[in-house]
């Protein structure tokens, strides 16, 4: 009985822990990993422009000048994400980029992002072709993180004294 005792407590010693090892790699591996293509060409004088949509192209851009482009990332999981984006080129150039909102955020369930990428040329940078990637790694979310903003539907005024409400509403949290 002994013996018996001890397999079933080990059983279940083994199952806890086996648990407990994969909800940590659940949270801390990526759920999804792909990188957004960008290009650009640094000119002595002139802007160009390149709408394409296959990749983010900056066009040309003069030293000393700069520009943006947008991306968006849409969370279709269950599960709040948390969004890692990091700027990725073998050419040095990593700290012309800024990503706004932030370089991590957290995406709640359901929701969508837009993320703006801003490039600031130096003004001794090298005239030339530049090119690199901005790698999205996703991963879920522990269940104490929240998102980084929160969706409030928009108030509707019904008279003066729920105006000033709505009011201190709008300017505590971003209203969409």
């Not at 801390?28 to 160009?48: R, S």
């Not at 080129?89 to 932030?102: A, G, L, R």
């Amino acid at each position: 009985m002994k013996r018996t005792t001890l397999i079933i407590i080990t059983i279940i010693l083994i199952l806890v822990t086996a648990s407990i090892v994969l909800q940590v790699l659940h949270h801390i591996l990526p759920q999804e990993t792909f990188a957004l293509e960008f290009d650009l060409v640094v000119v002595e004088k002139g802007v160009g422009f390149n709408l394409d949509e296959d990749k983010l192209h900056f066009g040309s851009i003069t030293s000393g000048g700069g520009g943006y482009r947008h991306f968006r990332i849409n969370n279709t999981n269950f599960y709040t994400q948390r969004i890692n984006l990091k700027i990725v080129s073998m050419q040095n150039i990593t700290p012309w980029f800024t990503v706004e909102p932030s370089a991590q955020y957290y995406l709640a369930s359901g929701s969508s992002k837009q993320f703006t990428t801003w490039l600031s040329i130096p003004k001794t940078a090298p005239l030339g072709n530049y090119s690199g990637f901005i790698l999205v790694k996703t991963y879920r979310a522990w269940p104490w993180d929240e998102p980084t903003e929160i969706d409030l539907p928009q108030a509707i005024p019904t008279g003066n004294e729920n105006n000033e409400i709505n009011q201190s509403i709008q300017r505590s949290f971003r209203v969409s």
